[in-house]
């Protein structure tokens, strides 16, 4: 059993109704910082869980659940009341009891549904505060409740649901007593019945022990002599609590090594609590794993060891688990078939990728794809020299560098096929700058598809002047090879620990070549870096014009 789709509305960011199909088995979510990716995880684990930020949400309802939009629409409109509802919709075996219509389809589905509205029994409460504050009104969560029910309309708590859910957020922790909240929740879920109330008796006797050391016993006397001024006063003592089922959970302290846990790195904490949900093996419950930004803490040995322990448990223990990353290490090696773009609240799925081309970025993952994934724009090239003309040349023309107007400028070798394969997919306007490596002819007849098909979104630019292969002669022919010798020529040599003015040490045209193409980058540093006027190839420019169209 799996959760097979995630319902949104009025919860944070998400305004109206917000719709994400998952996998059953690994998702990976990426997008821009405010898209939504954290939200998402957290209204899932909400819907889980009844848990918010380690607290149960039915005491903590708040304003600040709410989206903004909608709350600054009710200030100038309190007639209809804000509400958030969640949904998530189940599929597998054993599911029955979740079945119905109680959902924002109405139709037959089985699952959840978590909402926060008005109290209806306080209706008449909320009608007066609202015609009294008229001019200054704030939402008055007081007259809120949280129901959480199935699809068939029955009232539910953590222990009816099948799915147990588990949160990993390496960049933050929250501690109750010394104690990680979610690490313990994760605990508990790993352990059976039997183990939980042992650990419960165990506490239990922990507390006639202590009760029964000398010093407490001290301590207890002197208190009661304090404080027991008459025979109507009542006797106060020192105890461990044992005021909730829950006790031990919160007076117990995890601790590797001896060392409590919250004192561990945040990169071994998150390894830790990952670990243990992914073996959670209670053959009744599906377990639900989500990670928040697993490159957090983590080095890159740390982190591809956890990834190949992701994918391993992912693929034997058929865990459902959902990943929220801005590392393209991690959505590379985890596949990016798994991937979900989340832009503008709407998503975008690669999954349809040709197998080599996941195979390709999986095996060889130090590739920075979702640079282009997550970008207006792009322009790919051959290698460092050629990214750093184009960004040279866009600088020239805006005085800001191409990132700065959302464009990427991306350094691919010689993997433009497999960057031009995402992009097709992501339908983003690409340009891709190559040398012709005097081919030109073959290169006008291998991307004609993408040149001559005006709805197609990426263009190939080339120089078709095979005398000029690639970047370095394309420099010279635009410009007086002296020029050049000026820019990319060492004009002072070193003489003993000094240095002293000497000779261009290219004396010609040929000789400057040579030297450019032996040096293509600290050739391109230095184009980068002076300031004196030179002109750029013609493709090159009509490559940033075609990506600002």
């Not at 990426?30 to 954290?38: P, Q, T």
């Not at 199935?150 to 933050?172: G, H, M, Q, W, Y």
């Not at 010394?178 to 165990?202: E, K, M, P, V, W």
Request: charge should be negative; proline fraction near 2%.
């Amino acid at each position: 059993m799996h959760i097979s789709k995630v319902t949104i509305q009025g919860f944070k960011c998400f305004r109206r109704r917000f719709e994400l199909l998952l996998n059953d088995g690994l998702n990976i979510i990426v997008g821009n910082n405010e898209a939504g990716k954290s939200t998402i995880l957290e209204a899932i684990h909400l819907t889980l869980s009844g848990l918010y930020n380690g607290r149960y949400l039915r005491n903590e309802l708040s304003e600040y659940l709410f989206n903004k939009v909608i709350i600054e629409n009710f200030k100038t409109d309190s007639t209809v009341p804000p509400e958030i509802v969640i949904e998530l919709y189940f599929e597998g075996d054993g599911l029955a009891i979740f079945e119905g219509d109680f959902n924002s389809e109405r139709a037959k589905n089985c699952g959840i549904q978590l909402k926060i509205a008005l109290d209806e029994r306080d209706r008449d409460l909320y009608n007066d505060y609202i015609s009294d504050n008229d001019e200054n009104v704030s939402l008055p969560i007081e007259y809120y409740e949280l129901t959480w029910t199935t699809f068939a309309r029955e009232v539910i708590t953590a222990k009816n649901l099948p799915f147990k859910a588990a949160l990993i957020d390496s960049s933050s922790n929250r501690y109750q007593n010394g104690s990680d909240i979610y690490l313990s929740h994760i605990i508990r879920n790993y352990l059976d019945t039997n183990q939980i109330n042992g650990l419960l008796q165990a506490h239990r006797r922990l507390q006639k022990t202590f009760s029964k050391e000398k010093v407490v016993e001290e301590v207890n006397k002197l208190i009661e002599e304090r404080t027991k001024q008459t025979d109507g006063d009542k006797v106060i003592k020192v105890d461990v609590d044992l005021s909730s089922k829950n006790a031990w959970e919160y007076n117990m302290l995890a601790c590797v090594e001896d060392v409590p846990f919250q004192h561990i790195g945040k990169g071994y904490q998150a390894i830790l609590k990952t670990k243990l949900a992914l073996e959670h093996q209670k053959a009744t419950e599906a377990n639900i794993i989500m990670i928040e930004e697993p490159e957090n803490h983590l080095s890159h040995s740390k982190l591809n060891q956890l990834l190949n322990d992701i994918n391993e448990k992912c693929e034997k223990a058929k865990k459902q688990i959902i990943i929220s990353t801005h590392n393209s290490f991690v959505a590379n090696k985890l596949g990016l078939d798994k991937l979900i773009l989340l832009n503008n609240k709407k998503t975008i799925r690669l999954n349809d990728l040709s197998e080599e081309t996941i195979k390709f970025f999986r095996t060889i993952s130090g590739y920075d794809t979702l640079r282009l994934i997550l970008c207006n724009s792009a322009i790919l090239c051959e290698g460092d020299s050629d990214e750093l003309i184009v960004q040279k040349c866009y600088f020239k023309k805006h005085k800001k560098l191409p990132i700065q107007s959302g464009i990427e400028v991306i350094s691919v070798g010689l993997s433009f096929k497999r960057y031009i394969e995402i992009a097709l997919k992501l339908d983003k306007k690409i340009a891709v700058v190559t040398d012709n490596d005097k081919k030109s002819e073959i290169l006008i007849e291998k991307y004609k598809t993408y040149n001559d098909d005006k709805d197609c979104p990426i263009k190939v630019f080339f120089d078709t002047d095979d005398n000029y292969s690639t970047l370095e002669p394309q420099l010279v022919k635009h410009n007086r090879w002296n020029l050049i010798n000026q820019i990319v020529d060492a004009k002072y040599k070193k003489d003993g620990a000094n240095y002293k003015k000497g000779e261009y040490k290219c004396n010609n045209e040929d000789e400057l070549l040579i030297y450019m193409e032996n040096h293509k980058t600290d050739c391109a540093i230095k184009f980068f870096d002076t300031e004196i006027e030179f002109e750029f190839p013609a493709y090159i420019e009509e490559a940033i014009n075609y990506v600002e169209e």
